[in-house]
């Protein structure tokens, strides 16, 4: 079974630094998913940024980007420019994919609270 | 709004009722999950759907829980006989079946007291 583990609890962060989130998973797959999913408190799970396996480059959208090192299993997220509105419930998780048979069920770390300081 | 919905936002029930929560996918996307969330943890995969076959159940999914999506459009969740240890979110989640991303809905707050 598919486990995902985010050790670091809660960060903290100045506004407009950059504030790097870590993340580390066990598979035996070659071919999956990760996400990284932004919980706002008392608001709904929104998908920050994916990456698929196979693919060598990291992925990008705007302000975030990952480090993704599959021979590690370790894929970190990278926050710039941080602003207030990212304070939330930062969740990584793991899916499979198609072609592996798996099930398609995304399997979620416990989470990391990141609070943004003006 | 064409995002996922979810009714009722809020449920607070006595122990040993029966409830039943609402999903409305994301319009023509075929993949359906439920999902549960406890205060400081992420969430855990309880069922999910392709159209309206019920393709997997986790173990979580007491004998008290069935789901259902007629017609592979909107889907419910049934708690029979409610424990404390069912409150919970309830987070119900669509997909179009590629790139692998899941949209989630705002959730239902169970509350069994």
């Known amino acids: 079974a598919q486990t995902v583990t985010q050790s670091q609890p809660e960060m903290s962060v100045q506004e407009a630094e950059t504030v790097t989130l870590s993340c580390t998973y066990d598979?035996?797959?070659?071919?999956?998913?990760l996400f990284w999913y932004k919980q706002p408190p008392s608001r709904q799970m929104i998908l920050v940024i994916r990456?698929?396996?196979?693919?060598?480059q990291n992925a990008t959208e705007n302000r975030f980007s990952v480090n993704f090192q599959k021979a590690a299993k370790s894929f970190s997220l990278k926050i710039s420019d941080s602003q207030l509105g990212d304070a939330a419930m930062y969740f990584c998780?793991?899916?499979?994919?198609?072609?592996?048979?798996?099930?398609?069920?995304?399997?979620f770390g416990k989470g990391m609270k990141l609070t943004v300081n003006p | 709004d064409t995002g996922v919905s979810q009714d009722p936002r809020h449920k607070i029930t006595k122990r040993g009722q029966n409830v039943t929560f609402r999903c409305d996918p994301i319009?023509?996307?075929?993949?359906l999950y439920w999902y549960r969330q406890t205060l400081g943890q992420g969430p855990e995969f309880l069922t999910y759907?392709?159209?309206?076959?019920?393709?997997?159940k986790s173990r979580l999914l007491s004998d008290r829980f069935s789901a259902e999506r007629p017609k592979g459009s909107f889907s419910t969740l049934e708690i029979q006989r409610t424990e404390q240890g069912d409150s919970a979110m309830y987070l119900c989640?669509?997909?179009?079946?590629?790139?692998?991303?899941?949209?989630f809905g705002p959730g239902t707050r169970l509350t069994v007291t």
């Open positions: 989640a669509s997909s179009p079946g590629t790139r692998g991303e899941q949209y």
């Open positions: 598979t035996s797959e070659s071919d999956y998913y």
């Open positions: 990456q698929e396996a196979y693919k060598q």
């Open positions: 998780a793991y899916r499979s994919e198609e072609s592996q048979g798996g099930s398609e069920k995304l399997v």
């Open positions: 319009s023509e996307h075929n993949r």
């Open positions: 759907f392709q159209n309206e076959a019920q393709l997997e």
